[in-house]
């Protein structure tokens, strides 16, 4: 199946500093990739739909100066959490669709764990 | 407002026995039922895709139904490393959003 590359795959960060963690498909190309959160022993809460070339579509409840999502290309995308705190230490993961069929599976990364201290 | 379910939340087996994991949903212009395996601190791994009631999928000891409400993940005779939390999501046709159910983990003890 398709890859989608996620890294780094854990960071620790100060409380104030920001994080920048990045999403790649590496095989196809993907004009659409969402970011995810997941806090422990919950599913998956879609925070944002990032389309490549123009803004990111961010859910309700979800601060998108916090949150800064950029996807320069078909096959990156990034989520930049700025100035963090502990309160953003979380389970984030992307996920890309092949643009070709948007009905199809999305793939999903690694996951990023970030600790805020 | 689009929803999807899973049942049991946690679920204990003896290796080789079977059982079925239950995924509810209202969603509105369905597009894709979707079941992902997820192990701790990784992100989800594709299973299954299913598109129309009535489809069914296999892989290994893992099967996959869809009806027009709820989907089944039936696993026969499980193994070990069969455990793990098992996720459904709906695809909706009007947002074009992955709609996660809370997930099933599963735990099968030799």
Known sequence: GAVVSQHPSRVICKSGTSVKIECRSLDFQATTMFWYRQFPKQSLMLMATSNEGSKATYEQGVEKDKFLINHASLTLSTLTVTSAHPEDSSFYICSARDQTSWDTEAFFGQGTRLTVV | ?110
Request: aromatic residues 10%.
């Open chain 2, 1 to 110: 407002e689009d929803q999807v379910t899973q049942s049991p939340e946690a679920l204990r087996l003896q290796e080789g026995e079977s059982s079925s994991l239950n995924c509810s949903y209202t969603v509105s212009g369905l597009r894709g039922l979707f079941w992902y395996r997820q192990d701790p601190g990784k992100g989800p791994e594709f299973l299954f895709t299913l598109y129309s009631a009535g489809e069914e999928k296999e892989k290994e000891r893992l099967k996959a139904t869809l009806t027009k409400k709820e989907s089944f993940l039936h696993i026969t005779a499980p193994k070990p490393e069969d455990s793990a939390t098992y996720l459904c999501a709906a695809l909706s046709g009007n947002t074009g959003k992955l709609i996660f159910g809370q997930g099933t983990t599963l735990q099968v003890k030799p």
